[in-house]
C-alpha cells in the first residue's frame, strides 16, 4: 500500500521557519520526482518545489527561502522553510510522479497545515 505522511506543520510568526517531511512506503522511492504543493483556501493548488535525484527547482515566490531535499536511503523528502510570510500560509502536500507503460502514477499525502500569522 502506497503512502506519504506529512508532518511538521503548525503556527509560526512572521520571520520565522519550519521544516516539513514527508514519509513515503509502498513505491519505489527513487524512481520518482517528489515535490512539495500547497493550497491556500479559495485558490488553486500550486506547484512550490521539485527534486529529481539531481536537480531542484522552485516556484519564485519561495525561491532563496525554501529548500528541498530527499535521502532515498530513508525514503523522505523535506521542505526547509526559512523567512516565513503571511502569503505561506496554506495546507502543504507530498508528491511524488512518475510515469510509466499506460498510466502515469501520481500518489499525494493527506496534507499538512502551516498557518504564518503573528
Known amino acids: 500500500q502506497v503512502q506519504l505522511v506529512e508532518s511538521g506543520g503548525g503556527l509560526v510568526q512572521p520571520g520565522g521557519s519550519l521544516r516539513l517531511s514527508c514519509a513515503a512506503s509502498?513505491?519505489?522511492?527513487?524512481?520518482?520526482?517528489m515535490s512539495w504543493y500547497r493550497q491556500a483556501p479559495g485558490k488553486e493548488r500550486e506547484l512550490v518545489a521539485t527534486?529529481?535525484?539531481?536537480?531542484?527547482n522552485y516556484a519564485d515566490s519561495v525561491k532563496g527561502r525554501f529548500t528541498i531535499s530527499r535521502d532515498n536511503a530513508k525514503n523522505t523528502v523535506s521542505l526547509q522553510m526559512n523567512s516565513l510570510k503571511p502569503e505561506d500560509t496554506a495546507v502543504y502536500y507530498c508528491?511524488?510522479?512518475?510515469?510509466?507503460?499506460?498510466?502515469?502514477?501520481?500518489?499525494w499525502g493527506q496534507g499538512t497545515q502551516v498557518t504564518v500569522s503573528s
Open positions: 508528491n511524488g510522479f512518475r510515469t510509466g507503460r499506460g498510466s502515469n502514477f501520481d500518489y
Open positions: 509502498g513505491f519505489t522511492f527513487s524512481s520518482y520526482v
Open positions: 527534486i529529481t535525484n539531481g536537480r531542484t
